[in-house]
Each structure stands twice: as structure tokens, then as C-alpha cells.
């Protein structure tokens, strides 16, 4: 069975603070893993994919994640966090032949002035 | 633009009643998935489709129908059996290879009158 964890349900930082949103895994193989965004009210925008090679992925908005392969970590990395930040991040992990997504429940970012 | 559309936005539901929320998608993808969210618990998948006319349940199929006659459409029913439909409906399309990323409509807001 696959699973993602999320351990922290809500953070907030500081804008112009540095930003890390934790994620874990437990799959049987190298899994595709991703992160998504999601403001509210809305769908869910995707900020970067790692399916294998380079272990430090970029993505949009200045977002960057690293796998971990020893730690089953995928975490999410920003150097400078800006007020338009502030939404909520899912981490997925896909796997299988139906390539169904499993989410974690959530981070809640909320960026103080 | 290229996209999926999910209509509508929001979506009242009484008692004992049947509701299709749909799913139209102009990205060519083979793919289409419908996710349930709720408060704190990330998204769980209702039903997807790989192709046409089949699909296969999810982890929570239950009190949920599909159908997939078009490769562009992929409506869901939210049956009367649903006793708590009030949620946050999300529909992804997948693409095929280059990691097979899913993307996400805008959701439908399902109430309970």
C-alpha cells in the first residue's frame, strides 16, 4: 500500500522568510512525486514532479523540492516566502498501473507582513 | 485554451435527489479521475477512467456513479445512497508518459439543502 504524510497541518512564516514543507512517503518502489497547491475555492495548480534523475527538482514560483530516497522524503523548499504564498500544499505520490494519485492532507500555509 | 471544465461551481442536493456534476476536458488525455475533499483530509478518489467506456471504482466509490461515453466528458452522480455528500469535488485528467502528471479543474462545491 501506498501512503503520504504531511506532519505539520498548519505553518506560518514570515514573508521574506525561508519556507520547508515536509512530506513522507512509504511506497515499494521509486515512486513519481509531486506537489500541488491550492487556493481557496479553487482546483489544485501543480508546482513540480520528481520521476527520476536530478534529486532536487525546481518547479514554479520559485519552488524547489529534494527526494530523499534514504529518508522517503520529498520536501518542499522556498528561500524567500511571499504573501501571495499563502494557500494550502498537498505532497502525491502516484504509483501503479491506474497511476492514481495519494494524497497527504495538507499543509496550511499562512504568511504573516 | 486548452483545459478541463467542471460546471457548476456550486451545487445544492436535497434530500433523496441524484446530482451529475461534470467533467469536460479538451486535452486530449486518455485519463479522468474524480477525487472527494474534505476539511483536513487531503483528496481521496471516488472513480477513474482510463479509456472509454470503462472505469473503475476508487476508495470510496460508494453512493457514486460514472460514465465515460466521450473521451472529452466524465460526469459523476452523487446517488441519494451518498449520505454525506456535502464536499469538495475535484476532477484531474492525466497525460500519458512524461511522468503522467494529472491536472485539476476548478471544483464543484456540493451542498446539502
Known amino acids: 500500500a501506498q501512503s503520504v504524510t504531511q506532519p505539520d497541518i498548519h505553518i506560518t512564516v514570515s514573508e521574506g522568510a525561508s519556507l520547508e514543507l515536509r512530506c513522507n512517503y512509504s511506497?515499494?518502489?521509486?515512486?513519481?512525486l509531486f506537489w500541488y497547491v491550492q487556493s481557496p475555492g479553487q482546483g489544485l495548480q501543480l508546482l513540480l514532479k520528481?520521476?527520476?534523475?536530478?534529486?532536487l527538482v525546481q518547479g514554479i514560483k520559485g519552488f524547489e523540492a529534494e527526494f530523499k530516497r534514504s529518508q522517503s522524503s520529498f520536501n518542499l523548499r522556498k528561500p524567500s516566502v511571499h504573501w501571495s504564498d499563502a494557500a494550502e500544499y498537498f505532497c502525491?505520490?502516484?504509483?501503479?498501473?491506474?497511476?492514481?494519485?495519494?494524497f497527504g492532507k495538507g499543509t496550511l500555509l499562512t504568511v504573516n507582513p | 485554451d486548452g483545459g478541463i471544465t467542471q460546471s457548476p461551481k456550486y451545487l445544492f442536493r436535497k434530500e433523496g435527489q441524484n446530482v451529475t456534476l461534470s467533467c469536460e476536458q479538451n486535452l486530449n488525455h486518455d485519463a479522468m479521475y474524480w477525487y472527494r475533499q474534505d476539511p483536513g483530509q487531503g483528496l481521496r478518489l471516488i472513480y477513474y477512467s482510463q479509456i472509454v467506456n470503462d472505469f473503475q471504482k476508487g476508495d470510496i466509490a460508494e453512493g457514486y456513479s460514472v460514465s465515460r461515453e466521450k473521451k472529452e466528458s466524465f460526469p459523476l452522480t452523487v446517488t441519494s445512497a451518498q449520505k454525506n455528500p456535502t464536499a469538495f469535488y475535484l476532477c484531474a485528467s492525466r497525460t500519458a508518459g512524461q511522468g503522467n502528471i494529472q491536472y485539476f479543474g476548478a471544483g464543484t462545491r456540493l451542498s446539502v439543502l
Open positions: 511506497y515499494g518502489a521509486t515512486p513519481y
Open positions: 520528481y520521476f527520476s534523475g536530478d534529486t
Open positions: 502525491a505520490l502516484s504509483g501503479g498501473s491506474n497511476y492514481k494519485l495519494t
